[in-house]
C-alpha cells in the first residue's frame, strides 16, 4: 500500500501566520492517465472531514484562496497563509491513484 | 443542497453484523460514486471502498474485503454498508462521502459503531 507520510504530526500557530504541511508518497502519485489525485481535507473538531484541494492544487468550491496545494511526484504540500479561527483541526492528505486509497495520519493544526 | 444523511449509532455485540445507510439527497444518486470511510477512535481515516450505484460496481479496500458489503437502492437514492462479523476493531464511525470526480466531497454526519458484550 502507498504510505502517505505527513509532517509535522502538529503545528502551533498564532491566528495570521502562514502553516505549512508536508505530505510525503512512498510512490509516485503521478497517474498514466497524467493526472496527480492528491488530495487535503480537513476534519474540524467534532465534524466530519471536507475537501479543500483536489488534484494538488486545486481548491474545491467555496474554499478560501489561502489555501495553497503544491507539489508532484512524491512531495506534496499544503500552505495556510494567515491562519483564521475557522482553521484549525486535523488535516488529512489522501492519494486515489493507486488502490487501495490510502490517507496520511494527520497534522493537527492548533493555536499557540 | 447536496445532503448524505447517515442512519443512527449503533451498539452491536460481537460476532454479530450490523448494516448501515446513506441518503442522498441533493443531486442526481447515479451521477456519483458513494465511498464508505472508517474512522477508529482517536485514529486517522481508512477508505473502506466505492460503489457506483449507475452500474452496481464496486472496489474495495483489500483489507475490508469479507468484512464490508456495499449496495445501493436506486429508487430510495439510498447507499448502505453491511459490516459483519463485528469484533472490537470494528468499533469506530463510519462515514459515506460522495461527489463529483470520485472527490469525497460531501460527506454524511457518520455513524458510530460500537462493539461489545
Known amino acids: 500500500d502507498v504510505v502517505l507520510t505527513q509532517t509535522p504530526v502538529s503545528l502551533s500557530v498564532t491566528l495570521g501566520d502562514q502553516a505549512s504541511i508536508s505530505c510525503r508518497s512512498s510512490?509516485?502519485?503521478?497517474?498514466?492517465?497524467?493526472?496527480?489525485?492528491l488530495e487535503w481535507y480537513l476534519q474540524k473538531p467534532g465534524q466530519s472531514p471536507q475537501l479543500l484541494i483536489y488534484?494538488?492544487?486545486n481548491r474545491f468550491s467555496g474554499v478560501p484562496d489561502r489555501f495553497i496545494g503544491s507539489g508532484s511526484g512524491t512531495d506534496f504540500t499544503l500552505k495556510i497563509s494567515r491562519v483564521e479561527p475557522e482553521d484549525l483541526g486535523v488535516y488529512y492528505c489522501f492519494q486515489a491513484t493507486h488502490d487501495p486509497h490510502t490517507f496520511g495520519a494527520g497534522t493537527k493544526l492548533e493555536l499557540k | 443542497e447536496v445532503k448524505l444523511q447517515q442512519s443512527g449509532d449503533e451498539l452491536v455485540r460481537p460476532g454479530a453484523s450490523v448494516k448501515m445507510s446513506c441518503k442522498a439527497s441533493g443531486y442526481t444518486f447515479t451521477d456519483y460514486a458513494m465511498h464508505w470511510v472508517k474512522q477508529s477512535p482517536g485514529q486517522g481515516l481508512e477508505w473502506i471502498g466505492t460503489i457506483i450505484p449507475l452500474i452496481d460496481t464496486t472496489s474495495y479496500n483489500q483489507k475490508f474485503k469479507g468484512k464490508a458489503t456495499l449496495t445501493a437502492d436506486k429508487s430510495s437514492n439510498t447507499a448502505y454498508m453491511e459490516l459483519s462479523r463485528l469484533t472490537s476493531e470494528d468499533s469506530a464511525v463510519y462515514y459515506c462521502?460522495?461527489?463529483?470526480?470520485?472527490?469525497?466531497?460531501?460527506w454524511g454526519q457518520g455513524t458510530l459503531v460500537t462493539v461489545s458484550s
Open positions: 462521502a460522495s461527489g463529483p470526480n470520485y472527490w469525497f466531497a460531501y
Open positions: 510512490q509516485s502519485l503521478e497517474y498514466s492517465d497524467g493526472y496527480t489525485y
Open positions: 488534484e494538488v492544487s
